[in-house]
């Protein structure tokens, strides 16, 4: 049974209707590169039709190496050495994070619960989608879980290897992306198998419904058939148009040397219906400069519609650009329909560049974490612009959060860092967090860890001018992670989606934190309902926590209520009913130092669920309390 905290807050009602598509603009300038790209064509036939049920077997398959890390290349490594020793005699940073103007609101966090649980699996590579009437599918590197948007479990702990159930996928399944399509109100959800030439398979499975519950249509892309017998396909990133479907990917020979980054260009439209459909592949993408692209990014829309025909891809040098400050552009240009796609290469330049960071210090452990090279995580496309993230040095060789905007109507690129001398800043992904196509506000969400904390998961928000909010917590670490030999692996991308058609803002994020328990230390997954108001945020203050503890729950007779605070401060006890009405204010006074005990008599209340708010300078909890 997994422990909810439930934040209370009220749901906005507004209506949906299915946006009109936007077209996809073209770039005001000739493309600096003359891209020549090559394409394939080909035929997915659908594999099964796949509704897991919970009377299945369950065999939870998994293999993970806990021996042998995930390796920098020479190159990097020694980068990440030197960089990691600037840290030694940095300043350490205190309070909140710094380096902006305060101006933007700061978000603030509602529903929120454990998410997927890893069971000593690494790294956690979290990714999450939301439908319109409040289904959410979450995944990382283990299992498939769905919820409703009030925290109600409806799949619990799905290995992988379980939802697809096939004997034919033998192989290792990893590397899990998923994308709610608010044209067709369905979900996509894609994963690898296999990381060899004679495995690999990237395994597409489309919902019946927008209810994940209702089952998947499930289709497989057999690598070797595809791209020929010599590579295999590594990290995926997918993205969707008006009408298509784009899955990229890394290929690597089978002595995982780098050979191209490769790009699925997918009708959808069957794939939701269940039937055979066309796609193409395409092969040798080269960047503006002329070398092989590399990791390349999907761009979708940001808000209640999408784009098209076609869609925008983003990357840049994973191992930084300290000089020219890299980023590249591909447009790829039509839907496969037409006669005449192709895909057009520009490249923009951020000022001052941009480097790798040291690997990331924890508490309590000499072990490090580490902080993965600069490719770009996320983005979205929006009124003319593409917004997207990348972690990359701060300051001192610590990591920090790259968020960036290329204005495509006047060819330019802007760009703001976010981090905290102290603590490392990455794998963030980013969210349009407003109700107006104009408005650029951005909400991104990251994981952060440093010698004073452990690893946890956090949110900021950008406005429309670039000013950051302060930084909110949306889970802290009660563990560091120690879970392979050398540096641990912090996993490759965080979850982030925008829940289309309501009035205001609605981001769920899905992010990993240190947990210890289990028989290691290792990783769980906390999901929350980010809002630019429901619920309260814990502002970026290092403190010690104060224990907030209800005996019993449900109530039998008398419920008391045990709050231990770090400090004596004035505290504000409210009881609030599942409409948000204050029943009472159960206390509102100084508490001292320790252990504080309140008792209630349940016979003053009628059965049902109520919440337990308790409100100080640095403590703001909301606890579910059930009276029979």
Known sequence: MKNFIVILYLLSLGTWATGQSAKKPSFPVKQEFELKATKTEGVAELLEFRKPDASEPKFQTRVVNMHSPKAYSAEVAL????????????????????????????????????????????????????????????????????????????????????????????????????????????FIYVILHGSTPATSKVLVSFSKTSNPQDGWFIYTFDMSTVMGENTWFDYPSIGISTNELYISGNMFSSSNVF??????????????????????????????????????????????????????????????????????VYDLSDDMSASDEKINAYKFNLTGGYEL?????????????????????????????????????????FSGINYCRIDIANNTIVSKKFGLTGFDYAFPSI?????????????????????????????????????????????????FVSQISGSERWGDYTGIARRYGMTQPEVWVSGCYGVSDRSTNGYNAW????????????????????????????????????????????????????TGKVVKVLYEDKLKQGVNELSFNKNALVSGTYFVQVVNENLNTTTKLIIE
């Open 79 to 186: 980068i990440k050495e030197e960089k990691y020793k600037l840290k030694e005699t940095a300043e350490i940073g205190i309070g909140n994070d710094v380096g902006h103007t305060r101006r933007a609101i700061d978000p603030v966090v509602g529903i929120n619960f454990e998410g997927n649980e890893l069971r000593s699996v690494t790294p956690p590579d979290n990714a999450i989608a939301v439908s319109t009437d409040g289904y959410v599918v979450a995944v990382d590197n283990f299992t498939i879980e769905y919820y409703k948007s009030d925290g109600t479990v409806l799949l619990s702990r799905e290995s992988h290897s379980d939802f697809f159930n096939n004997s034919a996928l033998t192989s290792k399944i990893y590397d899990p992306r998923v994308i709610y399509d608010p044209i067709e109100d369905k």
């Open 259 to 328: 050979d191209q980054s490769i790009i699925l260009q997918i009708e959808k439209a069957n794939g939701f219906k269940g039937t055979n459909f066309n796609f193409q592949t395409w092969k040798d993408v080269k960047h503006a400069n002329g070398g092989k692209g590399f990791t390349l990014k999907p761009i979708s829309f940001g808000q209640n519609s999408s784009y098209g025909p076609g869609i925008y891809l983003l990357s840049n040098s994973s191992g930084g650009s300290p000089t020219q400050g890299n980023i590249y």
């Open 357 to 397: 960071a040291g690997d990331a210090a924890q508490k309590g452990t000499s072990d490090l974490i580490k902080t993965g090279n600069c490719r770009i995580q996320r983005g979205f496309f929006l009124d003319g612009m593409l917004h997207f993230v990348f972690n990359s040095e701060y300051v001192s060789g």
């Open 431 to 479: 969210a349009s967090f407003s109700g107006d196509t104009k408005d650029k506000s951005v909400l991104i969400h990251f994981l952060r860890t440093g010698s004073s904390i452990f690893p946890e998961s956090r949110i900021v928000t950008f406005d429309d001018a670039m000013n950051s909010s302060n930084s909110v917590l949306i889970k802290a670490g009660s563990t």
């Open 527 to 578: 999901i929350a309902q980010v809002t630019p108001e429901f619920g309260v945020g814990v502002k970026d203050i290092t403190t010690t926590k104060a224990v907030v503890e209800i005996t019993p729950n449900p109530v039998v007779d008398l419920f008391t209520l045990d709050i231990d605070l770090p400090t004596a401060s004035f505290t504000k006890i409210k009881l609030i009913d599942v």
